[in-house]
């Protein structure tokens, strides 16, 4: 296992397009979370769920912003109608059961034009 | 509402001149503080968990500690390769991480 995987690793878009973000976990942890990341700031949790349910929602996720889990393995984050506030690095992070520690995937980073 | 805050925002030391990182927090619940590095453009690297006041944890030259308001990260005799920016986080009695800013790291040689 080579750890958390994002893709993209860089998405550059239009303001008003949809852009979508994989991530792939590692593969016996059962917690996936992602989180925003802007420049001189720490990660922002936004979304985790514990194999394919979305347990907790920060307010920060507008009605913009949707993440799935399906089957619990992958996850997708979507972001509909960009605005350039979104450009940033969107992290995503797993971990096992009761273990807290995350483990970060590289990120994939948003420049919205 | 649960808050996590790092200190200094940055900090230049020489090589070999050892210092510490403080991160205070407020959070309903301790479940557990974590310490990442981070170096530019990459995620952050999982360092430490600390679950309780009075615990100690060691990694080569770096050394965490955390007490009931706040944690320290020292570093000892750094070398530029240590170079990086420090985080803090814990996780509440809801499963929600909170992360500080970060401490910006400068060794020089």
């Known amino acids: 296992d080579t750890g958390v995987s994002q893709d993209p690793r860089h998405k550059i878009t239009k303001r008003g397009q949809n852009v979508t973000f994989r991530c792939d976990p590692i593969?016996?942890?059962?917690?996936l979370y992602w989180y925003r990341q802007t420049l001189g700031q720490g990660p922002e949790f936004l979304t985790y769920?514990?194999?394919?349910?979305?347990?907790?929602k920060s307010r920060l996720l507008s009605d913009r912003f949707s993440a799935e889990r399906p089957k619990g393995s992958f996850s997708t984050l979507e972001i509909q109608r960009t605005e350039q506030g979104d450009s940033a690095m969107y992290l995503c992070a797993s971990s096992q059961g009761l273990v807290y520690e995350q483990y970060f995937g590289p990120g994939t980073r948003l420049t919205v034009t | 509402e649960d808050q996590v805050t790092q200190s200094p925002e940055a900090l230049r030391l020489q090589e070999g001149e050892s210092s510490s990182l403080n991160c205070s927090y407020t959070v309903s619940g301790l479940r557990g503080l974590f310490w990442y590095r981070q170096d530019p453009g990459k995620g952050p690297e999982f360092l430490f968990t600390l679950y309780s006041a009075g615990e100690e944890k060691e990694k080569e030259r770096l050394k965490a500690t955390l007490t009931k308001k706040e944690s320290f990260l020292h570093i000892t005799a750094p070398k530029p390769e240590d170079s990086a920016t420090y985080l803090c986080a814990v996780v509440d009695n809801f499963n929600k991480f909170y992360f500080g800013s970060g401490t910006k790291l400068n060794v020089k040689p």
């Open positions: 769920f514990q194999n394919e349910a979305q347990l907790e």
């Open positions: 593969s016996e942890h059962n917690r």
